[in-house]
Structure formats: C-alpha cells, structure tokens
C-alpha cells in the first residue's frame, strides 16, 4: 500500500514578533516538538481525514484545495492522519507545521517535485487563507528549520543555524493559551490609534533584530540575553505581555538567566531564558516557582523531511579503491560523506522472453525516493560477503530464492555517495513478492517499452540502473 509519513517542526520566535507583521525583520529557531502527517491509500475515491491534534482541519483541507490549484491534479482516495509530539497549546505553531507537513506528502505521494521554497510560498498562502493573518516566519520554521533571519516579504534571508548552536535556551509555558489573531489584530487597532508611538517601538525592536543577530554570530549569548530583555521592555509598551508573563520572565533573570521574554503572539503562551549552561536548573526551578511549566525543547532543528524506513545506524563496509576493508561506518555517515565508499550489490533479473523486471522505489527510501530502478538493489552489511548480501536482499526486497551469477564489481559515484558495487544478474519469470515498504511495484519492460518512457519522460530511472543496463547491453 502506497504510504508517505512526512514530519514538520514547531518554532520559538527568538526576536521581533508583531514587528515581523509589518516587514521588520525578526529571527526565529525551529523546535524539536514536530508534527506528523500519514498519507495512505484509501479504500475507495473518498479522502479521509484522521487529525486529532491540529485544532481544525481546515489547515489540511486547504493545503490539499491549494495543492490541487497549483499543481492541475485533483487529489481523491487518500487517508490523511496527523500524529505530533507537541501540545497546540504551547503556540509552537502547530497549524502551520501541519499545513507544511501535509503540502510536503501531498507532493511526495503524487510525485510532483516541490522546492523548499515553493513549498513555503504555498504553505503560506494556505496559512493566510485560513487565519488570515500573520508573517509567515512559522511556516519558514516549518519548512526549512535550524535558526534564522525571517522578512514577511523576502522570506528567509540570512541562516545562523551554525551560528546557533551554542545558544542555551529555557522555555516556559505560562498555563494561559493565546489566541495570536486575536492579539495581533489588537496591535494593528493600537497601531491606527497611536501611530507614531508603535512604528517607534517597532523601529527599536528592529535595532534589537539587527544587534541580535550579530550577538548570535559572535557567539555572544550574554550580549544577546541582554537584547532579550530589552525586547522584552518593548512587548510589554506594545501591550501583550502578561502579569503571569512578566513575572516568569523577571525570576527567570534574577536565577541567572542573561535575559528573558515572551516568545510569540503574547498574551500567554511561552517565555524564553536564554543562560549559561550551569544556570539552567536554577532558572528552570525558579520559572516554576512563580506557576510556569518548563517545556523540553531544543531549538536549531531541522526543518521538514519525508520519514524514512531505513534503519541509519546499520553497519556498511568502507572499502578502498582495490575493495579491501578499511572500517565500518553507519548508513547515514556513507549517505553523507562521498569519501566512504561501501559495498553494495545489485541484481539485474532477466525473463525468459528477454524483457528485463525494474522496482520503482518507495516514497520513503532516504535515497532516490520514486525513482525505478534495478530489481534489486543493497547494501553489504558487516559481516556479511558480496553473495550472503545479494541473497538476503532478493529475499527481502523480491521474496525470492533466485541464485544470482555474479556478473562484475566496479565502484560508481552518487551525487551523495560513492559505492563499489557488486553486479548480478539472473533469470526469473515470477511470481514476485515485493516488499511493500521498500517497493512501489515491480514491472518487466522491453527494451522498446524502457527507450519510450525514458524518452518521454515518464519515469525517473536511477544512475546506476541505466549504467548496468548498458553494461549489458539492454540499453
Ligand atoms: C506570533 O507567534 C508572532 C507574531 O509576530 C505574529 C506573526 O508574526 O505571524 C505576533
């Protein structure tokens, strides 16, 4: 069955809010409180939608309206369901993470290639569609993740990801759920009222941007806790900060913190302490004492990603360039460094009329997600030989016992990694077993049928694939 789980962060507004909403720039981290949206096959035409945590579904059922109209696509049959690890309650953004998350599988399960920042631009007209306000900057969160510099207008300009890594933050929830539309329509009507007064406090609240963001390159988190407060100052002129705010906020300085403030909409919601590694259980304790509820959670992460059902810390074989063993390093380390080249093995299965059998990949491999590609393709596991792997693997992916004949090893350079592949090829007419969460489906093609839809582009063959068809001459 046909399946794509894709997660979404949540966000903490680090500097700037309500100033954001009038093209100053703010900066602004994603957190690791993410939200799961499963898009499966469903029975029938009808979509279905699963979403207990997200407040409404309207989030979802826009993004799939708003998907259809950019992308010419009518979408049908689909089971949606949302999973999150974090409360909506905390506002860490939890309707624009699910509206992130939802474009993002939308896109994955009806393989239409979406950029990043396509991905934002859509997802951010759903979000204003729906709510009707806001600066986007939780949507950037959601979809690009890490720390960084937001401007309504020109979306994420400066990344300090790297920047960020240092920085210690406590986060506490004041008990009180905010209604963020709400207060920033309140601001607007203060802002029609008293003019001069608020584009003044939101001329100084960018000062406090623009110091803060070369704290955070400085690594200077004392300076930088220092702005918060006067950021902090500055909420509480423009009316949003509460009683219950302020006093967490103030305890939280006096246990040790550098500085501390309201994040977000205000109005309740959350406070962030920004300290030094050896305050934070002081600070934590002391937010606590004035009624706060401390919230675990850790900034600078990644942003949205499609789920993947390989196991990253598997063991493979590095090998130098004669194939001798050097070390074992895991999975993610050989996807990520084209320096380690590891074993792996393929298989080319052959029917008795001549026609060759491709997979088309599942949507959750971490490599080549959709593509098709030869029947069969591994890695070698440690401890494990060229032909033990090759075995398992046909079993596994095909639910095969074929004997392959070893045809060559040859190593072959990825974009993202490098492997020496070991070759096989065998004869079999099925039937075939394939795995349901490694293969989409398996198909014989001949070699006029495989030209055609190259040619025409109607299917994405990997590399390797198209190089070993070649080797063998199909191609
Ligand atoms: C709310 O989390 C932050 C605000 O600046 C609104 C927004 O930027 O959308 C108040």
């Not at 809010?17 to 096959?41: D, F, M, R, W």
């Not at 049908?76 to 409360?87: K, P």
């Not at 130098?320 to 084209?338: N, P």
């Not at 072959?412 to 293969?439: K, L, N, Q, R």
């Given at each position: 069955m046909k399946k794509v789980s894709v997660t979404a962060p949540g966000k903490l507004m680090l500097m700037g809010e309500h100033a954001v909403v009038y093209g100053y720039p703010c900066i602004v981290t994603a957190v690791n409180q993410c939200l799961k949206v499963t898009i499966s096959e469903n029975k029938d035409e009808r979509i279905e939608i699963v979403a207990?945590?997200?407040?409404?579904t309207r989030f979802v059922e826009a993004s799939i309206k708003y998907f259809e109209e950019k992308l010419d696509i009518k979408v049908t049959g689909i089971c949606v369901t949302t999973d999150s690890t974090?409360?909506?309650?905390?506002?860490?953004?939890s309707s624009s993470a699910v509206t992130v998350a939802m474009l993002k599988a939308l896109s994955v399960y009806f393989e239409r290639d979406v950029s990043n920042d396509e991905l934002f631009l859509l997802a951010y007209k759903v979000v204003l569609a729906v709510?009707?306000?806001?600066?986007g900057f939780d949507v950037a969160a959601a979809v690009y993740g890490g720390t960084f510099v937001y401007d309504k207008d020109q979306g994420r300009i400066r990344d300090l990801t790297d920047a960020s890594k240092g920085m210690q933050l406590v986060v506490g929830y004041s008990g009180v759920k905010a209604n963020t539309v709400k207060i920033v329509q309140e601001v607007a009507k203060q802002k029609e009222v008293e003019h001069e007064k608020i584009t003044q406090i939101f001329s100084e609240i960018k000062q406090l941007v623009d110091a803060g963001e070369k704290c955070i390159c400085a690594s200077d988190w004392q300076a930088l806790g220092a702005l918060f407060s006067k950021n902090q100052y500055l909420l509480v002129q423009l009316s949003v900060s509460t009683q219950k705010l302020d006093a967490m906020v103030a305890t939280a300085t006096h246990a040790g913190a550098y500085g501390a403030k309201l994040s977000g909409a205000g109005g309740g919601d959350c406070m962030i302490a920004l300290t030094g590694a050896e305050h934070v259980l002081t600070v934590a304790k002391a937010i606590e004492k004035v009624g706060g509820e401390i919230v675990q959670a850790k900034t600078n992460c990644p942003g949205v990603r499609v789920e993947t059902t390989?196991?990253?810390?598997e063991l493979f074989i590095i090998v130098d360039k004669d194939d001798k063993i050097l070390e074992y390093r895991s999975r993610y380390d050989c996807h990520h460094d084209k320096s380690l080249m590891h074993r792996s093995v393929s298989l080319l299965v052959f029917h008795t009329d001549g026609r060759v059998l491709l997979q088309k990949r599942?949507?959750?491999?971490?490599?080549?997600?959709g593509y098709w590609t030869t029947a069969v393709g591994g890695h070698v596991t440690k401890g494990e030989t060229y032909d033990q792997a090759i075995v398992r693997e046909t079993r596994e992916e095909l639910g095969i016992g074929v004997i392959p004949v070893k045809h060559s090893v040859f190593s072959y350079a990825y974009p993202i990694e490098t492997e020496m592949e070991c070759m096989y090829t065998a004869v079999y007419d099925g039937p075939f077993h394939p795995s349901a969460e490694e293969i989409e489906r398996v198909e014989f093609f001949t070699k006029k049928q495989l030209e055609d839809a190259l040619k025409h582009g109607h299917m994405q063959l990997t590399e390797l694939a198209l190089y070993e068809l070649r080797k063998v001459k199909f191609l």
């Amino acid at each position: 069955m046909k399946k794509v789980s894709v997660t979404a962060p949540g966000k903490l507004m680090l500097m700037g809010e309500h100033a954001v909403v009038y093209g100053y720039p703010c900066i602004v981290t994603a957190v690791n409180q993410c939200l799961k949206v499963t898009i499966s096959e469903n029975k029938d035409e009808r979509i279905e939608i699963v979403a207990p945590q997200v407040k409404d579904t309207r989030f979802v059922e826009a993004s799939i309206k708003y998907f259809e109209e950019k992308l010419d696509i009518k979408v049908t049959g689909i089971c949606v369901t949302t999973d999150s690890t974090f409360s909506g309650i905390f506002g860490f953004g939890s309707s624009s993470a699910v509206t992130v998350a939802m474009l993002k599988a939308l896109s994955v399960y009806f393989e239409r290639d979406v950029s990043n920042d396509e991905l934002f631009l859509l997802a951010y007209k759903v979000v204003l569609a729906v709510q009707g306000v806001g600066s986007g900057f939780d949507v950037a969160a959601a979809v690009y993740g890490g720390t960084f510099v937001y401007d309504k207008d020109q979306g994420r300009i400066r990344d300090l990801t790297d920047a960020s890594k240092g920085m210690q933050l406590v986060v506490g929830y004041s008990g009180v759920k905010a209604n963020t539309v709400k207060i920033v329509q309140e601001v607007a009507k203060q802002k029609e009222v008293e003019h001069e007064k608020i584009t003044q406090i939101f001329s100084e609240i960018k000062q406090l941007v623009d110091a803060g963001e070369k704290c955070i390159c400085a690594s200077d988190w004392q300076a930088l806790g220092a702005l918060f407060s006067k950021n902090q100052y500055l909420l509480v002129q423009l009316s949003v900060s509460t009683q219950k705010l302020d006093a967490m906020v103030a305890t939280a300085t006096h246990a040790g913190a550098y500085g501390a403030k309201l994040s977000g909409a205000g109005g309740g919601d959350c406070m962030i302490a920004l300290t030094g590694a050896e305050h934070v259980l002081t600070v934590a304790k002391a937010i606590e004492k004035v009624g706060g509820e401390i919230v675990q959670a850790k900034t600078n992460c990644p942003g949205v990603r499609v789920e993947t059902t390989d196991d990253q810390k598997e063991l493979f074989i590095i090998v130098d360039k004669d194939d001798k063993i050097l070390e074992y390093r895991s999975r993610y380390d050989c996807h990520h460094d084209k320096s380690l080249m590891h074993r792996s093995v393929s298989l080319l299965v052959f029917h008795t009329d001549g026609r060759v059998l491709l997979q088309k990949r599942s949507m959750t491999k971490d490599t080549h997600p959709g593509y098709w590609t030869t029947a069969v393709g591994g890695h070698v596991t440690k401890g494990e030989t060229y032909d033990q792997a090759i075995v398992r693997e046909t079993r596994e992916e095909l639910g095969i016992g074929v004997i392959p004949v070893k045809h060559s090893v040859f190593s072959y350079a990825y974009p993202i990694e490098t492997e020496m592949e070991c070759m096989y090829t065998a004869v079999y007419d099925g039937p075939f077993h394939p795995s349901a969460e490694e293969i989409e489906r398996v198909e014989f093609f001949t070699k006029k049928q495989l030209e055609d839809a190259l040619k025409h582009g109607h299917m994405q063959l990997t590399e390797l694939a198209l190089y070993e068809l070649r080797k063998v001459k199909f191609l």
